[in-house]
């Protein structure tokens, strides 16, 4: 299992490295207050980065709200969406 894990990751490395050689013309960005240029690679890694932080942020969010208000007595959900 740990050897498969290894492999996965070695060839999501290697597509990374790929990509980002694929696409080394720079992109800029126009922000009003300053202007920022970047590869393309890395503006898609920053961007694949930003959207898995904000995911994981939303749902350690949600979770957190949930068990609140689990913890209150009041269960958001109708009584028979619950487990």
């Keep these: 299992m740990r ?3 290894l492999l996965i990751v ?3 490395v ?6 980002g050689a694929l696409n080394a013309d720079l992109v800029t960005y ?4 300053a202007r ?5 690679g890395a ?3 920053a961007a694949l980065l930003i959207g898995w ?3 994981g942020l939303t749902a350690w969010w949600g979770m957190r709200w949930r068990q609140r208000e689990k913890a ?9 969406n619950r487990p």
């Design 14 to 19: 290697a597509l990374g490295v790929l990509l």
């Design 43 to 45: 503006a898609w890694l």
């Design 72 to 80: 209150r007595g009041r269960d958001s959900r109708p009584a028979a």
């Design 30 to 33: 126009d922000f009003a207050f």
């Design 53 to 55: 932080l904000l995911g």
């Design 10 to 12: 070695l060839v999501f």
């Design 3 to 5: 050897l498969l894990s």
């Design 36 to 40: 920022l240029t970047l590869p393309k």
